[in-house]
């Protein structure tokens, strides 16, 4: 039986060229950047192309705003708890949504016993937050805020243009987690006026163990690792520098060939979304429609009815590779807040399965994934008393909600 792998927002494939480039730092380049001989100069020019490549692919000024990490989530906890720590004496105010990743919420919450006041910004039933409120919620004690480029279960992209202007004119850091969208919708730190922003590489064919962290120049972190002065005293410990080359290929490829993933991810995409709604009934679409400010590599279905869960399990059975948010985190956490924070009944999102795809992905993939799931939501549907009620008009629809 062939697999069909459609949970590319938990990760994809390393590309061959990846590979390739990491090879010589796994098996015969060993030696440490910070070592003074040949193979350490090896190593430090490695780490300084990486940093490049990165920087090319964001709109940062120069590899020197990059700093290397061990994942996202480290990536995120440095920003988040690094530049909180750094500008307590200007202020005690952080803004966030409840989209945030735990990496981020969670680091802002642990400062909250040194003084920090975490608010909530509210969202849109598509997970947009407003500009103008944004701004209207500033204050003078404000010297954060944490917004996400993207939100796996819904799929949508953050445009922060105009806010990241309004924010550097009060001095205010803006920090962009696109760890889950980034490598799927163009990101430029100059236009976001971002002051922090954060990438995972293995969600665009890099590999894992590595994430990225900008840091606009003159930005000041508070260090959350010590014991070395690696990565200019931001993060101790000895680098990975294979990964990091990695990240840096990763990146590379993604800036030449990013039209041609985006056109090819659109095509699948619009083919998944109007096979689905041919084939299945009763069944909306969590966040935005594709098209519409929506990442292009992913879809999350609600399926009425349908316990998403059991859904995933019965198309695993038959080859289709998928999950109900993305398999980092555990089902509880990444829907914790989510419907509350939509304003829509929990149990539609319970009945939900994301699937998305990465630039390997063929419409054969996509073709088979539709019948697969057909297959699957007919026979849950045959035991479903939910379904039962639905369809004998006992129960109303509520899939209007997500309109």
Not at 259 to 272: N, T, Y
């Amino acid at each position: 039986m062939k697999r069909i792998f459609l949970d590319a927002q938990s990760s994809t494939p390393i590309h061959p060229a990846v590979l390739d480039a990491m090879r010589p730092f796994e098996q015969t380049h060993a030696a440490l950047p910070s070592s003074p001989y040949h193979g350490g100069k090896q190593a430090r020019k490695a780490l300084e192309t990486a940093s490049e490549q990165v920087a090319a692919l964001i709109g940062a000024d120069s590899g020197e705003e990059i700093v290397f990490t061990g994942s996202g989530t480290e990536a995120n906890n440095l920003a988040i708890k690094g530049i909180i720590q750094a500008r307590m004496r200007f202020g005690s105010h952080v803004l966030g949504t409840a989209l945030d990743h735990p990496s981020v919420s969670l680091s802002v919450k642990s400062l909250e016993t040194h003084g920090i006041q975490y608010d909530i910004l509210p969202v849109n039933p598509k997970g947009l937050v407003s500009e103008e409120e944004t701004l209207r919620r500033v204050s003078d004690q404000t010297i954060l805020l944490c917004v996400p480029v993207s939100r796996p279960e819904l799929g949508q992209v953050q445009v922060v243009n105009i806010l990241g202007k309004g924010l550097a004119k009060r001095g205010v850091a803006l920090m962009m987690d696109a760890t889950t969208g980034g490598g799927w919708t163009p990101l430029d730190v100059r236009e976001s006026n971002a002051t922090l922003l954060s990438l995972s590489p293995h969600r665009f064919h890099g590999p894992k163990g590595v994430g990225i962290l900008y840091k606009r120049r003159g930005t000041v972190l508070e260090p959350q690792m010590h014991g070395g002065l690696q990565a200019s005293g931001w993060r101790a410990g000895s680098e990975n520098v294979a990964g990091i080359v990695g990240a840096g290929m990763a990146c590379e490829l993604l800036q030449r060939d990013f039209s041609d993933r985006e056109s090819c991810a659109l095509k699948l995409q619009g083919a998944l979304y109007e096979g689905i709604k041919k084939k299945i009934p009763s069944v909306a679409l969590l966040g935005p429609l594709p098209n519409d400010r929506r990442l292009c590599n992913q879809l999350n279905f609600v399926f009425e009815g349908v316990e998403g869960e059991s859904l995933m399990l019965m198309a695993n059975v038959r080859g289709l590779e998928c999950h109900t948010g993305i398999t980092c985190l555990s089902r509880g956490v990444t829907h914790e807040g989510l419907a509350d924070a939509l304003g829509i009944p929990g149990d539609l999102i319970r009945s939900s399965l994301l699937l998305s795809w990465h630039a390997s992905t063929c419409m054969e993939d996509i073709h088979a994934a539709i019948d697969i799931l057909e297959t699957s939501v007919r026979r849950l549907r045959e035991m479903s008393p939910v379904w039962d009620g639905l369809r004998s008009g006992r129960m109303m629809s509520r899939l209007s909600l997500l309109a």
